[in-house]
């Protein structure tokens, strides 16, 4: 029989009973963790870590794994409230991107013949960036463990912006921690009379512990989306051949790259270290209404990278290509994870 364990709670680190069934047993805990004023949870899977930064974005913050013996960090975040105040706002490390991921062009969109206006919040250009969700905090549900799982469900409503975005909804995150892998469903429902559109996209950075340019990177098969002078999509793609193996990260990127509709539903990036062996293999549930492809971006620091699931390409609002239309009182599932691993 499978044991199952619930615990709701305020504060502080909870350790769940010890799960065993046979031979197998393994200890799961749930930390309360506040980064400063900002709600975080910690899932302990035995001796490995996920962060989870409830109460900005329900952002992914930190993976910690052991390799022989010592601790490998397989996400960048934000370690300590002032890094946090600092450079959170150009970095979105890890957050949830709802309901538009990436830019939407000149801040404005229209939908059904009506026109809409978002807010600039970024410095470097007249868009807006990465919806609304991003820097809200969601609310804790619930919290459970089986021997072989832990699973943190977290939630955010949102309630609709006349001028902007008029529409109201409910996106429930659920993670799912194991030590090695983790994975992230979203289930978004459409609370508003009338139909949703929708994209969503997750922002986390990964890394091996090195310069990514000493990193491979695999690719499924994947066309760039090409840009105009304002880093908006101009509709036009081209086949994307340099992760077509296993290739090294030789250059800057800042891309989205759609996956090839023939390719597999569990379309997966794997980013590798040909040194050591260790390698995080990112993967998505795609198809329609679903993922359908990542956004790559290689900060100037190169310590990480972000490998970013996304519903679609920037400026869904305006192009509508990929946008998702949720009818009233129905919702869809977006499914993606995570997984570490040594192969030599």
């Known amino acids: 029989m499978n044991a199952c364990f619930y615990f709701y709670f305020s504060s502080g680190k909870f350790f769940l009973p010890k799960a065993i069934t046979g031979e197998f047993e393994m200890?799961?805990?749930?930390?309360?963790?506040?980064?400063?004023?900002?709600?975080?949870?910690?899932?302990?899977?035995?001796d490995c870590e996920l962060e989870i930064l409830a109460g900005w974005g329900a952002g992914l913050n930190a993976w910690r794994v052991y390799v022989n013996g010592k601790k490998l960090d397989l996400l960048y975040g934000y370690?300590?409230?002032?890094?946090?105040?600092k450079i959170q706002a150009d970095t979105n490390a890890g957050v949830c991107l709802s309901p538009w991921p990436g830019r939407t062009a000149n801040?404005?969109?229209?939908?059904?013949?009506?026109?809409?206006?978002?807010?600039?919040?970024?410095?470097?250009?007249?868009?807006?960036?990465?919806?609304?969700?991003?820097?809200?905090?969601?609310?804790?549900?619930?919290?459970?463990?089986?021997?072989k799982e832990a699973v943190l469900t977290l939630s955010r409503d949102f309630?609709?912006?006349a001028n902007a975005y008029p529409f109201t909804y409910k996106v429930t995150n659920i993670y799912t921690f194991n030590g090695n892998s983790f994975t992230v469903k979203s289930i978004v429902k459409n609370t508003y009379h009338e139909t949703l559109p929708y994209a969503q996209g997750f922002h986390p950075y990964f890394m091996l512990g090195k310069k990514v340019n000493a990193l491979t990177l695999q690719m499924p098969e994947s066309h760039k989306a090409?840009?105009?002078?304002?880093?908006?999509?101009?509709?036009e793609l081209e086949?994307?051949?340099r992760f077509t193996g296993n290739n090294l990260i030789a250059e800057f990127i800042n891309d989205y790259f759609a996956f090839d509709e023939k390719a597999?539903?569990?379309a997966s990036v794997i980013l590798r270290d040909p040194e050591t062996g260790n390698q995080i293999d990112v993967w998505q549930k795609t198809g329609e209404n679903l993922w359908r492809g990542i956004q790559i971006y290689t900060p100037p620091d190169c310590e990480s990278i972000?490998?970013?699931?996304?519903?679609?390409?920037?400026?869904?609002?305006?192009?509508?290509?990929?946008?998702?239309?949720?009818?009233?009182?129905?919702?869809?599932?977006?499914?993606?994870?995570a997984s570490f691993a040594q192969k030599r």
Do not use: C
């Open 107 to 147: 801040a404005k969109w229209s939908w059904k013949g009506k026109d809409y206006k978002l807010v600039n919040n970024v410095s470097w250009a007249p868009h807006a960036l990465h919806g609304f969700l991003h820097v809200l905090p969601w609310q804790f549900e619930s919290f459970a463990s089986n021997e």
């Open 264 to 266: 597999s539903e569990h």
């Open 159 to 161: 309630y609709g912006d």
């Open 27 to 46: 200890n799961f805990s749930l930390e309360s963790k506040p980064l400063g004023t900002v709600d975080r949870y910690v899932i302990h899977a035995d």
């Open 239 to 241: 086949a994307e051949t």
């Open 226 to 235: 090409l840009l105009d002078s304002a880093d908006i999509p101009t509709g």
């Open 79 to 85: 370690r300590d409230a002032e890094t946090f105040r």
């Open 306 to 337: 972000a490998l970013e699931p996304m519903s679609s390409a920037p400026d869904v609002l305006n192009h509508h290509r990929e946008l998702i239309e949720i009818t009233p009182n129905s919702s869809i599932e977006l499914l993606w994870g």
